[in-house]
């Protein structure tokens, strides 16, 4: 393949805009969907991202697209890191046309205050990506001229190149606002966008309710008139046309210079099975981990411990986040399902759970406890649940909320890694473990993060370990190798014992 030819086929060549906004619940989640559904009936092919390290609103992203979402974290990720994931993002699964990239909280929030490392404005500059700003405008006309020119100064490498107005009341409310804002500072209001109540995504305590729950509680129908509500609201009030120039004024992207979405397979290598939980309660994956596995060498194979009576042949297991919480009473009533896991830990299988996936493998979970409150609309009776029992432990919801980025040693050789390894991830979490024994043992010491036990997390028995922290594969590399190698061995003991 010519060098020219080459160059056409990577994914820093085709358009590409970031949706940020003022602040967080400035609607730009919706906004970002109704767009994506927007273009994808016009038949493009919409690579989504999201800038940190959310779940929720990628498992939207991902319904609406038939892409997987990637997440994009300036704080976990170098440089090289963020565009190796934007290029794998955008070339996996056939190119795409557009790659929209959706901000989190306000445009310039990030890690520290006088830096934009872990910001949206960071990710808009390394990917040399203009920028949407949606405004909540309720309440305000002239003023949001002045927000607007505060945001395109703040910053003069960051790109502001268009603006949508959200909340808008009336006509004369959007002309005041728009006339305002194009003629103090220059940027063009491609979108209007007015107050309506079918443009809300049902909210509980980590955040928005998870797509594939969202499909489940509503029904299919009910849940797609949801999307094409908010799609139909998006074409009316936004200019598409005007949108897909801003996109396409993005300049040509550099190449990574290493990738780590290469195979490291050796075809000599047994190549393991890991089940992966997903269902209702457990559906926080970074698609990254998953193709990270295959790359390594493991067959991916997806259960649902809510609804499968029995586990698939797997040689190992990994449980992400989601809310076991409110799927307690399911997941205890499958008791087979819990017998299995249980069984396959005591054998020695690698198990890898992360927060709501080690709330499943404690032995239970209370909810609804007296004094430690409720979220949102989420409704939790007081009970308790039987759990799996692979770890000890009583897991109790509370009150407080625990969400930061977390970064830990690996204190002894384990499924994940070496011992002396070092990570960067994230937690957040409405959860707390009791009744842990003291002589329970851990493989992770935290220097920042709260963890099971004060800087303690990762409890393990035997080849299982649990831990509040959400690991990113391309941020802590050597995940995914690690999990697949111990898939193996447990594959080759068992094939000759």
Same mark, same amino acid.
């Given at each position: 393949m010519s060098q020219k030819k080459q160059s056409e086929t990577r994914a820093g060549s085709i358009p590409r805009v970031l949706i940020s906004a003022d602040r967080s619940s400035s609607g730009k989640t919706t906004i970002s969907m109704g767009l994506m559904a927007a273009l994808v009936s016009r038949g493009y092919k919409v690579q989504p991202f999201k800038v940190a390290l959310d779940y929720i609103d990628p498992s939207y992203h991902t319904e609406i697209t038939g892409r997987f979402c990637r997440n994009l974290d300036g704080y976990l990720m170098d440089e090289n890191g963020i565009l190796d994931v934007y290029t794998h993002g955008c070339e996996a699964e056939d190119k795409a046309d557009i790659a929209i990239i959706e901000g989190v909280r306000g445009l310039y929030e990030g890690f520290e205050s006088l830096s934009d490392l872990g910001s949206t404005a960071q990710i808009a500059k390394i990917l040399n990506c203009p920028v949407i700003l949606v405004i909540n405008a309720r309440s %305000?006309?002239?003023?949001?001229?002045? #927000?607007?020119?505060?945001? +395109?100064?703040?910053?003069?490498?960051?790109?502001?190149? =268009? !603006? %949508?107005?959200?909340?808008?009341?009336? #006509?004369?409310?959007?002309? +005041?606002?728009?006339?305002?804002?194009?003629?103090?500072? =220059? !940027?063009?209001?491609i979108g209007i966008v007015p107050r309506d109540p079918s443009m809300q995504i049902s909210m509980r305590h980590l955040g928005l309710m998870p797509a594939l729950e969202g499909r489940r509680r509503l029904g299919n129908e009910g849940f797609e008139a949801r999307l094409r509500g908010i799609e139909e609201i998006i074409n009316k009030g936004i200019d598409i046309d005007r949108f897909l120039k801003i996109a396409s004024s993005?300049?040509?992207?550099?190449?990574?210079?290493?990738?780590?979405?290469?195979?490291?397979?050796?075809?000599?290598?047994?190549?393991?099975?890991?089940?992966?939980?997903?269902?209702?309660?457990?559906?926080?994956?970074?698609?990254?981990?998953i193709d990270l596995l295959k790359f390594a060498g493991a067959e991916i194979v997806y259960f649902s411990p809510v609804k499968d009576p029995a586990l698939p042949e797997v040689d190992g297991l990994y449980i992400g986040g989601g809310y076991p919480e409110l799927f307690a009473a399911e997941l205890e009533a499958n008791e087979s399902m819990r017998q299995d896991i249980k069984k396959a830990s005591a054998e020695g299988m690698p198990i890898y759970a992360e927060c709501g996936g080690l709330m499943y493998l404690t032995e239970k979970i209370s909810t609804g406890v007296p004094g430690k409150g409720t979220y949102h609309d989420t409704s939790m009776p007081e009970s308790t649940y039987s759990m799996v029992g692979a770890l000890p432990g009583h897991t109790i919801m509370g009150q407080t909320r625990v969400v930061s980025y977390n970064i830990g040693t690996l204190e002894r050789d384990s499924l994940i890694g070496k011992k002396g390894n070092s990570f960067k991830g994230h937690e957040f979490h409405h959860s707390e473990i009791k009744e842990i024994p003291e002589d329970a043992e851990f493989a992770i010491t935290l220097s920042r993060g709260t963890g099971i036990i004060g800087d303690r997390d990762g409890l393990i028995s035997g080849n299982t370990l649990g831990s509040y922290a959400h690991l990113h594969g391309v941020s802590y590399r050597e995940l995914a190798g690690s999990l697949v190698e111990a898939a193996r061995k447990f594959k080759e003991r068992r094939a000759f014992p």
């Open positions: %305000i006309t002239r003023s949001s001229a002045a #927000l607007v020119n505060g945001y +395109k100064n703040f910053d003069l490498d960051v790109q502001i190149a =268009g !603006v %949508i107005l959200n909340n808008i009341g009336s #006509l004369r409310h959007a002309e +005041k606002a728009k006339e305002a804002i194009e003629y103090y500072t =220059g !940027v063009p209001v993005a300049k040509p992207l550099k190449n990574p210079e290493s990738s780590v979405f290469s195979s490291t397979l050796d075809e000599r290598e047994c190549k393991p099975k890991i089940g992966v939980a997903l269902d209702e309660a457990f559906n926080f994956y970074y698609r990254d981990n």
